[in-house]
C-alpha cells in the first residue's frame, strides 16, 4: 500500500491490475476508521475516475443514491439496480461496513471529498 497525492488529496493506493492499466484508492488514506469512498484510476480514464461510494445497507443505499442525484451530477452506471452491488472495489477492511457499493462517474474530486465527509 502506498499514500498517493491525487488532485490535491491524499489517498492510500491498495491495489494495482496486473498490467497497470488500473489502480485502487480510498479515501480518505488513514486505517483508523472505515471509509465509503474508493476510485479507480487508470490510463483508460483520461485524466478520469470512476467512483465506488459504500453503503450499510439497501435503506442507505438508497438515501446515498439520493444524494448523489441531487446535490452532484453523478452519472450511475445502470445495471438494472441503479448502480447499487455488493461491494466489490472497496477496500477490504471497510467491506465489513459498508457490504455495498454505487458505481457513479461524473464526479469532481472536490465532490468526493464532499460525500467522504458528508458522514
Known sequence: MQHINFQGHEF????????QSYSLMRYPANLDQP????????RRFANGFITYVGCKDESDAED???LLQSEFD???RNNGNDGVRYA????HRDRASFPYEIKCRNL???DV???ANHW
Open 88 to 91: 466489490d472495489r472497496l477496500f
Open 64 to 66: 446515498t443514491l439520493l
Open 35 to 42: 471509509s465509503r469512498i474508493t476510485i479507480c484510476t487508470g
Open 74 to 76: 453523478a452519472i450511475f
Open 113 to 115: 471529498i464532499e460525500i
Open 108 to 110: 469532481k474530486i472536490e
Open 12 to 19: 492510500l493506493k491498495f491495489y494495482d491490475s496486473p498490467h
